[in-house]
């Protein structure tokens, strides 16, 4: 029977405690009292009254004074972030980022949260910020960074004109879709801000933060998306900006999150409510899908180093302790799509996929053992087991261009040439593990499998569609075919997060160029007036547009792109960041 993970008010976990009700008045009982007393007992209470009187009015004119003079200085802090030439990374950087070897937050002071939790008042904007103690952000250095910048703007103007606040922009009809319910763009995109150069833009978003953004709501949220967008975003953009604003969001979000991992086992539920930090599983089925439940340690493991409260950390990384423990053998190292909350198994027969409910478990092993100095091996040889599994197991070659993609098992054992889009994220995550000292062949796998990505360009838009299927018999002229329902393009980052990566490792300039134009095509077919929307098929033109624009795409597609286009390829250094799945970057720590 698993151990039962329950969050009680014992733990360290911060949660808000509600404050006794005010006592009822005693008037009437003092005014009885008061009239029984004798005349000169009276006389003297009155005297030592009026000194008391004095002496708060001494102290209160002092109180008030030092109150202004805190004001002052905060407003000043504040004053200098947003003027500043992009903050960049304040608390992260230590000594240890001058002499090249990896950051260690640790050793920086860092703005504290109360270990009972973040601020009961929500908009509470008196918050200390820190100077920036890293080097300013350059602003685009290039025509093809300043085209992007001008994209998000773009992007940003269509978003603040017809849904500021909201969660994603609908630029066809002018208004805004709800989904978190916590302005989902704006927590998204911040550090996309400031890696961008855009200074105002940033200090309007900080502002509304500080004012606007709640996360007491009565609502049920998929953990997974609310943990690599909204916590990522804040952790990120605290960790840029070193405005401890971002940190106490982060902790608050934090610790409403956490109450999905109290279930029956090491696996958390898919939802929780975020005022009631109660889980549950989604009304389609009673399983947690394998890549929600493993790509939240990242998050919670940054935000136990950066608040000191170890709690968050823990609790995520029992369950990719629990996975390790009971391994996925079957296959290689390739685990099962679904897993139960109730008795930490998972389904037997599922599908065995590098896409969508399995995609960033094996990115999270590798950048678990990165994000934690690499000193712990048992993520490093995961990883290492499963890349062999997917060589053995999901590993094909297309016909007649011999196209590398890894394809997939359904319900364990039936072979489908199927890649996801999302996919393409493998190619960056095998590149990644090759330059830190795993096999030189994970290399050549990263490198084919993102011309494999490139060649989902070649459509008639210029635009990837959301899923292909390859073809394996000689005698076909194309390697790759779009079923109709699989041809829309929601404008995904992941090719070109491949590509940022392999230009980093590599220096070949093919992959700036395969970025730009990508970036030119979505320019031309999904650029629209009030922003950039998703298209119905990539494979049509003239383009029929859907009403949606994803908080990644100025969260990660575009803010790949920029750095991708870098000409100096110095801007959040590898050796010291780690990107979560939503391109958020992250400290990584001596141990």
Request: charged share 25%; proline share 6%; with cysteine.
């Amino acid at each position: 029977m698993p151990t039962m993970l329950s969050i009680r008010p014992g733990d360290e976990l911060p949660l808000y405690i509600g404050g006794k009700p005010p006592q009822a008045s005693a008037g009437d009982s003092c005014f009885r009292k008061w009239r029984s007393l004798h005349r000169k007992q009276r006389t003297l209470i009155i005297l030592a009254s009026l000194l008391v009187l004095f002496g708060f009015g001494h102290t209160t004119s002092r109180f008030f004074g030092t109150l202004e003079t805190v004001e002052t200085r905060e407003a000043a802090a504040v004053a200098a972030v947003n003027e500043a030439n992009v903050p960049k990374a304040a608390p992260v950087a230590g000594n240890n980022a001058a002499n090249g070897g990896p950051v260690d937050v640790d050793q920086v002071d860092v703005p504290q949260v109360d270990s009972n939790g973040p601020n009961h008042n929500e908009n509470d904007v008196n918050v200390q910020i820190a100077e920036p103690k890293y080097p300013k952000f350059k602003g685009p250095q290039n025509d093809r960074q300043t085209a992007v910048v001008a994209a998000m703007k773009h992007a940003w103007a269509g978003y603040k004109k017809f849904a500021w606040g909201k969660d994603q922009l609908q630029p066809i009809s002018g208004s805004s879709q709800e989904w978190m319910g916590c302005g989902l763009t704006i927590l998204d995109s911040l550090d996309t801000l400031l890696i961008m150069g855009m200074n105002e833009e940033f200090a309007e978003s900080r502002e509304w933060v500080a004012t606007e953004l709640s996360f007491d709501k009565d609502k049920f949220v998929s953990l997974f998306e609310t943990t690599i967008r909204v916590l990522g975003g804040l952790l990120s953009a605290y960790h840029l900006s070193g405005d401890a604003l971002f940190l106490q969001k982060a902790e608050d979000i934090g610790s409403r999150l956490a109450g999905a991992l109290d279930s029956p086992s090491p696996i958390p539920y898919s939802d929780v409510n975020l005022r009631t930090r109660k889980g549950k599983q989604p009304g389609w089925g009673g399983e947690s899908s394998l890549s929600e439940v493993t790509s939240i340690q990242l998050e919670f493991r940054d935000l136990s180093r950066a608040t000191g409260n170890d709690t968050y950390e823990k609790i995520a990384f029992k369950v990719s302790e629990h996975i390790h423990s009971i391994g996925c053998n079957d296959h290689e190292g390739l685990c099962g799509m679904f897993i139960s909350p109730t008795d930490g198994k998972f389904r037997p027969s599922t599908t065995i996929t590098l896409g969508a409910r399995s995609d960033s478990y094996y990115e999270y092993l590798l950048k678990q053992w990165l994000q934690t100095g690499k000193s712990i091996d048992w993520l490093r040889d995961d990883y290492s087991q499963a890349v062999t599994g997917i060589r053995h197991l999901l590993w094909r070659f297309s016909e007649p261009n011999k196209l590398a993609f890894p394809g997939e098992l359904l319900n364990g054992n039936t072979w489908s040439p199927k890649m996801d889009h999302l996919v393409c994220f493998m190619a960056g995550t095998l590149a990644m593990g090759a330059k830190n000292g795993l096999p030189e062949d994970h290399m050549d796998m990263a490198k084919n499998l993102s011309h494999s990505c490139r060649e989902m360009y070649r459509t008639l838009t210029g635009l990837a569609p959301e899923i292909v299927y390859f073809n394996e018999l000689p005698g076909k002229t194309e390697d790759i075919s779009i079923k109709p329902l699989d041809a829309h393009c929601l404008l995904r980052p992941e090719a070109f997060e491949a590509w940022f990566y392999l230009y980093r490792y590599t220096g070949d300039k093919k992959y700036q160029e395969w970025g730009w134009e990508a970036f030119q095509a979505i320019e031309q077919f999904a650029k629209v007036p009030n922003g950039y929307a998703s298209v119905q098929s990539a494979k049509k033109i003239p383009v029929v547009h859907r009403d949606l624009m994803e908080s990644f795409f100025p969260a990660e597609s575009l803010k790949y792109l920029y750095l991708l286009f870098a000409d100096e390829q110095t801007d959040i250094p590898l050796d010291k960041w780690v990107f979560n799945t939503e391109a958020h970057p992250l400290p990584i720590r001596a141990n």
